[in-house]
């Protein structure tokens, strides 16, 4: 009697148990279509890539000029016409005057200006020059300011001539003397071989052929000038005080070559009508 009722009783609890367990199913959550959707891989989408220095062709890099040699600068210089080393006096003059003093040997050349705006020249006895190059080095003793020194060539007379000069500010220039009146071939202007004062020697180089001139310091290019007015003349050199003396240079070192003239290039164009300067 007792297992009867057992049985109606487990049979319930099993049905119970199972809509249970299907009820619990039904409520589990399920994903949404969105988030499903979210969680699939999705494919990049492609940018393009902004270049914000774009890249330049590359030029090719333009022909420069060649820098003129010092061969072409003096060309045709050739046999050594003679050397002074100023050791005898019989090429020079020497004098003393109100305005100075001229004074040669013992290996040096020295004019010493001792007046007040005063000039001396000393040119070398029975030399002449016509297609040349000459050098000579240069010492200044006493010099300041506008005072100045140099080469003169070409020489007709006291008056007459062609001079390289240089200041005691360390400038250079060229001039052609006519008649005493000196008209400037090139402008005075600053030279890198030049320091103000002149505290150490420095050498003056003049190349001359034909009507074309051209001018060294230190065996550097100054510049160039063409002027026919001279063609050969006698060779010296000069300096003059600006203000009050006094002025003491000397030279040595004197060398003259020969130079064989043949048709010529010039660098620059040629003065046409030189204006008259006023000497210091």
Not at 1 to 29: D, G, S, V, Y
Not at 206 to 220: H, T
């Amino acid at each position: 009697m007792k297992m009867r009722q057992e049985k109606p009783f487990k049979l319930f609890f099993c049905i119970l148990l199972q809509i249970t367990l299907l009820a619990a199913c039904n409520l589990a959550p399920s994903v949404p279509e969105m988030d499903q959707a979210a969680t699939a891989t999705q494919t990049p989408t492609i940018t393009p890539t902004i270049v914000w220095f774009p890249p330049t062709p590359t030029l090719a890099p333009q022909p420069t000029s060649a820098p003129i040699s010092d061969q072409n600068l003096k060309p045709g210089v050739g046999t050594l016409r003679f050397k002074d080393d100023f050791q005898s006096t019989e090429n020079w003059n020497r004098e003393t005057t109100p305005r100075g003093n001229i004074v040669p040997g013992n290996g040096k050349l020295t004019l010493v200006v001792q007046s007040p705006k005063g000039e001396l020249y000393s040119i070398r006895k029975d030399t002449s020059v016509d297609n040349f190059y000459a050098e000579a080095t240069f010492t200044a003793n006493l010099c300041q300011g506008d005072d100045m020194t140099g080469m003169i060539f070409r020489t007709n007379g006291e008056s007459s001539y062609y001079r390289y000069l240089v200041d005691c500010n360390g400038r250079v220039t060229a001039q052609v003397v006519i008649g005493g009146t000196p008209t400037a071939m090139h402008d005075w202007a600053p030279s890198g071989e030049l320091i103000a004062g002149l505290p150490a020697p420095f050498k003056l180089g003049v190349w001359a052929s034909k009507d074309v001139l051209r001018f060294f310091i230190n065996d550097q290019f100054q510049f160039e000038a063409a002027r026919g007015t001279y063609v050969y003349g006698g060779i010296g050199f000069y300096a003059r005080a600006a203000g009050d003396p006094s002025l003491s240079v000397s030279i040595s070192d004197f060398s003259v070559y020969d130079v064989s003239a043949s048709p010529l290039q010039t660098l620059t164009p040629p003065v046409v009508a030189p204006t008259i300067t006023p000497v210091h």
